[in-house]
C-alpha cells in the first residue's frame, strides 16, 4: 500500500479545483510638492504667573504644485527660561492652538482647517492637523490661513524671559 498515494474508486478521474486570485495594482499620482512658510519669530508678549495670554502667531501658508493631497500639521516644544528647571519650564501641554478659517486660497478643491473656531483648540502636547486639501487637482494651490495660540502660564512660573519654538510643516 502506498502512504502518498491517492486512491479512486474505479472510472472516476480526479476533479481540477479552481482557485482565483485577485491582483492589486496602484497608480501613483504625479509628482508633486508642497512647502509651508510661516513667521521666523513671535512676541508672545507679557504675562504673570497664573493667567492665560493669547496671541495670533501670524499668516502660515501652504502652497502645492502638481496633483497633491497634504496635511499641515503643528506641534510645539516647551518654553523655557533660565536653566530650564520645572519653575522655569512652561509645558507645551500649556499650550492650546486653533488654525482659525481659510484667509485666502487658490487652486480649486476641498481646504480644510484643522481647528476653525476658538471652540475646537487643541493643546499642543502632540503633533496636530492644522490644515488640509483633500482634493486632486492637477493646478498648483494655495492656502493661507492665521492661527491662534494660547498659553496658559503656571502660578509656579519663575520671572524671564520664555522662548520655544512651535512648527509648522507639511506632507
Known amino acids: 500500500m502506498c502512504a502518498n498515494c491517492l486512491l479512486l474508486p474505479s472510472g472516476q478521474a ?16 504625479a509628482p508633486s510638492s508642497a512647502s509651508v512658510t510661516a513667521p521666523a519669530s513671535v512676541n508672545l508678549g507679557s504675562a504673570t504667573p497664573g493667567s492665560t495670554m493669547t496671541v495670533q502667531l501670524g499668516q502660515v501658508k501652504v502652497t502645492s504644485s502638481g496633483v497633491m493631497r497634504w496635511t499641515a500639521t503643528v506641534s510645539a516644544t516647551n518654553f523655557t527660561t533660565g536653566g ?7 509645558a507645551r501641554g500649556n499650550l492650546s492652538y486653533w488654525s482659525g478659517p481659510v484667509v485666502s486660497k487658490s487652486g480649486p478643491g476641498t481646504f480644510s482647517p484643522g481647528q476653525p473656531t476658538a471652540a475646537g483648540k487643541v493643546t499642543l502636547d502632540t503633533a496636530r492637523t492644522a490644515f488640509s486639501y483633500g482634493s486632486v487637482s492637477s493646478a498648483g494651490t494655495s492656502c493661507v490661513w492665521q492661527p491662534t495660540l494660547v498659553m496658559s502660564v503656571p502660578a509656579s512660573a519663575v520671572a524671564g524671559t520664555y522662548t520655544g519654538t512651535v512648527t509648522h510643516s507639511v506632507a
Do not use: D, K, R
Open 84 to 90: 530650564g528647571s520645572a519653575a522655569e519650564t512652561i
Open 14 to 29: 480526479p476533479q481540477a479545483e479552481a482557485a482565483a486570485a485577485n491582483a492589486v495594482f496602484l497608480i501613483p499620482e
